[in-house]
């Protein structure tokens, strides 16, 4: 199975900072990768898919790029809403799997 | 708009089974993937199976290979995991979620999940 290492697991920032998120796959998954947001007790929501694209409706603060195994996820400037837990999951090969994630924290 | 709506979960005991349901609305079901993913309390996100859009393949987990069945029923619009030989570390919340398209492909839209506790 493909193994996927995000990095940091928490990330305490302040608004209007701009953070970045890594992830590692264990092997080249091509472009296939796909960055989700999750808030407490909610379902996840996507972000990024095929490594760079942005799923519609998501603001534009948000940016993802990389390619074969090392990827990152970078939000331009903190709104208060995107306090959150960040995933970022594979699907090259079944099984599809997911890192571990990154709690993005209020300073 | 497109919607997922889970059912089904509750509290079983070990070793018991369980079928959880997705009802889908809003988009072509039989011309999509569908895929199970859960979450374990204060965890993260597990992919659990796939049935491809026309179900002629399903992939599962190497954790839930043997106890579990994803099945869909087109004419009801419906996704299914059946769940047999149920342990404690399968109490999870079970979200059902959209592929991009009918094969293997990224995921887009997720359900808001059903609850499953197994007890001992």
């Known amino acids: 199975d493909i193994q996927m290492t995000q990095s940091p697991s928490t990330l305490s920032a302040s608004v209007g900072d701009r953070v970045t998120i890594t992830c590692r796959a264990s092997?080249?998954?091509?472009?296939?990768l796909a960055w989700y947001q999750q808030k407490v007790g909610k379902a996840p929501k996507l972000l990024i898919y095929d490594a760079s694209s942005l799923e519609s409706g998501v603001p534009s603060r948000f940016s993802g790029s990389g390619s074969g195994t090392e990827f990152t996820l970078t939000i331009s400037s903190l709104q208060p809403d995107d306090f959150a837990t960040y995933y970022c999951q594979q699907y090259n090969y079944y099984p599809y799997t997911f890192g571990q994630g990154t709690k993005l924290e209020i300073k | 708009q497109v919607q997922l709506v889970e059912s089904g979960g509750g509290v079983v005991q070990s070793g018991r089974s369980l079928r959880l349901s997705c009802a889908a609305s809003g988009f072509i079901f039989s011309s999509y993937a569908m895929h199970w993913v859960r979450q374990a309390p204060g965890r993260g996100l597990e992919w659990v199976a796939v049935i491809w859009y026309d179900g002629t393949n399903k992939y599962y987990a190497d954790s839930v290979k043997g106890r579990f069945t994803i099945s869909r029923d087109i004419s009801k619009n419906t996704l299914y995991l059946q769940m047999s030989n149920l342990r404690a570390e399968d109490t999870a919340v079970y979200f059902c979620?959209?592929?991009?398209?009918?094969?293997?492909?990224?995921?887009?839209?997720w359900g808001q999940g059903t609850a499953v506790t197994v007890s001992s």
């Open positions: 979620v959209r592929g991009f398209s009918g094969t293997l492909s990224g995921m887009d839209v």
């Open positions: 092997q080249s998954i091509s472009s296939w």
